[in-house]
């Protein structure tokens, strides 16, 4: 699966963004998705992730209440909306897939097969 993310950019501090990320291949409905962030100088961390059914999903505590992951299978897009935005969530958004990822290591970037190419999003105060 090939994943093409977007919808970053700048906002001020307690605004809001919704980030996108298309893939291709027919299985997409299969695979787990997930959000990860790199801010510089810092390591890539879990953001949020939802299942193939849409039924499950998981997030950062820092995040938990502002940003909610979503998907629509029909489009082959899963979504993260982003809610009262703080200059700490500043960081490059890459989006991952992964398939037969169990719940203890949903959160570990090595764990997903699928990147796409990152998308900034930058929160001024």
């Known amino acids: 699966v090939q994943l093409q993310a977007s919808g970053g950019g700048l906002v001020q501090a307690g605004g809001s963004l919704r980030l996108s990320c298309a893939a291709s291949?027919?299985?997409?409905?299969?695979?787990?998705m997930g959000w990860f962030r790199q801010a510089p100088g810092k390591e890539r961390e879990f953001v949020a992730v939802?299942?193939?059914?849409?039924?499950?999903?998981y997030y950062l505590d820092s995040v938990k209440g502002r940003f909610t992951i979503s998907r629509d299978n029909a489009k082959n897009t899963v979504y993260l909306q982003m809610n009262s935005l703080k200059p700490e969530d500043t960081a490059v958004y890459y989006c991952?897939?992964?398939?037969?990822?169990?719940?203890?290591?949903?959160?570990?970037?090595?764990?997903?097969?699928?990147w796409g190419q990152g998308t900034l999003v930058t929160v001024s105060s």
């Open positions: 991952a897939a992964g398939v037969g990822i169990i719940l203890s290591v949903i959160r570990v970037a090595e764990k997903y097969g699928y």
């Open positions: 291949g027919r299985t997409f409905s299969s695979y787990t």
């Open positions: 939802i299942r193939w059914s849409g039924g499950f999903t």
